[in-house]
């Protein structure tokens, strides 16, 4: 099976583990505090409308994002409650167990809530402190470029702080397991920890290309639109971060497909870089559960395939 034709998986870390998304199945593999590896299921429900939505250009992209912050808040609320705990003290019961599962749509609604703040902060103190320099830099143009500024800056501080605490170092590790192999499974190369080892910690699909894309294109497009006064300089920002969302997703999409053409393959360079930072080199126990979690998705995946299929024959 060539490249072109295998399937295409997405990944997010977790604390102490990696969930990993096919098209029918999510699967997270969780390290825990025996050593022992626990993973956590959930099959990938289709909204039909949503479905409808996603085969349309630039609406995709903001579907994709409330998808994704849905459903991995949910996987990173299991890795967050279950790898510390010793499953020798491990007496949940069945109706626990059942008390969390009503509790997944309040996650998923938080993760979107959060996501969106997230946003809305990085899109607005930019704004207020390319306020500060008008008198520098008065005309409109030079206050685009100078909030772009900020916006990255702000952007690449938090991660470079965030990154030095213990816990999202791990995460990041993690995160460089989940794209070490998705690499080794895309060169078509067996799963193994050397193997995986082997390959790169960066790829071209990963969501922190995706941000840096959003503050570029913003830069784009806010400059068809005024910067003064300053309130209509706000509401402007918040209606047009769908746009952006949008149009940076088709931007993330096309430099995938372009990935392997001359000249234009360092269009995504700019995402990679940021993967520098948003991605550590995992040890051999942690790219051991990426793989572990990866295998596990992909025997679901084959399973539900197979029933489809009987099922197309019966």
């Known amino acids: 099976?060539?490249?072109?034709?295998?399937?295409?998986?997405?990944?997010?870390?977790?604390?102490?583990?990696?969930?990993?998304?096919?098209?029918?199945?999510?699967?997270?593999?969780?390290?825990?505090?025996?050593?022992?590896?626990?993973?956590?299921?959930?099959?990938?429900?289709?909204?039909?409308?949503?479905?409808?939505?996603?085969?349309?250009?630039?609406?995709?992209?903001?579907?994709?994002?409330?998808?994704?912050?849905?459903?991995?808040?949910?996987?990173?609320?299991?890795?967050?409650?279950?790898?510390?705990?010793?499953?020798?003290?491990?007496?949940?019961?069945?109706?626990?167990?059942?008390?969390?599962?009503?509790?997944?749509?309040?996650?998923?609604?938080?993760?979107?809530?959060?996501?969106?703040?997230?946003?809305?902060?990085?899109?607005?103190?930019?704004?207020?402190?390319?306020?500060?320099?008008?008198?520098?830099?008065?005309?409109?143009?030079?206050?685009?470029?100078?909030?772009?500024?900020?916006?990255l800056i702000l952007l690449i501080s938090y991660i470079y702080f965030v990154s030095l605490t213990p816990l999202i170092k791990k995460v990041f590790q993690y995160h460089g397991a989940e794209h070490k192999v998705i690499n080794t499974f895309e060169a078509g190369v067996e799963l193994t920890v050397k193997n995986v080892q082997a390959h790169s910690r960066l790829h071209y699909r990963c969501g922190s290309s995706f941000i840096l894309f959003t503050v570029v294109v913003g830069i784009f497009v806010y400059m068809f639109v005024p910067t003064t006064p300053l309130w209509l300089r706000v509401v402007d920002r918040l209606l047009l971060i769908p746009v952006v969302l949008g149009i940076a997703f088709e931007v993330l999409q096309l430099t995938n497909k372009l990935k392997d053409i001359p000249v234009l393959q360092y269009l995504g360079l700019p995402g990679l870089w940021l993967q520098l930072l948003t991605t550590k080199d995992p040890s051999d126990d942690q790219v051991e559960v990426a793989i572990l979690s990866f295998n596990n998705l992909i025997k679901r995946e084959k399973e539900t395939v197979y029933l489809m299929e009987n099922k197309q024959i019966v």
């Open 1 to 151: 099976m060539s490249n072109s034709q295998k399937p295409i998986y997405g990944g997010q870390a977790v604390v102490e583990g990696v969930m990993f998304g096919g098209k029918h199945h999510y699967v997270t593999a969780v390290r825990r505090k025996d050593h022992s590896v626990e993973y956590f299921h959930l099959p990938r429900k289709t909204n039909p409308n949503f479905t409808k939505l996603k085969k349309i250009p630039f609406l995709r992209g903001i579907i994709a994002i409330i998808e994704s912050s849905a459903n991995g808040s949910k996987h990173l609320n299991f890795s967050t409650e279950r790898f510390d705990v010793d499953p020798k003290e491990d007496e949940t019961t069945k109706d626990q167990q059942v008390s969390k599962l009503t509790m997944y749509l309040g996650v998923a609604a938080i993760g979107v809530i959060s996501f969106l703040f997230g946003k809305f902060s990085f899109t607005l103190i930019p704004v207020f402190l390319a306020v500060l320099t008008k008198p520098i830099f008065p005309t409109d143009v030079a206050q685009v470029l100078v909030e772009g500024f900020f916006k």
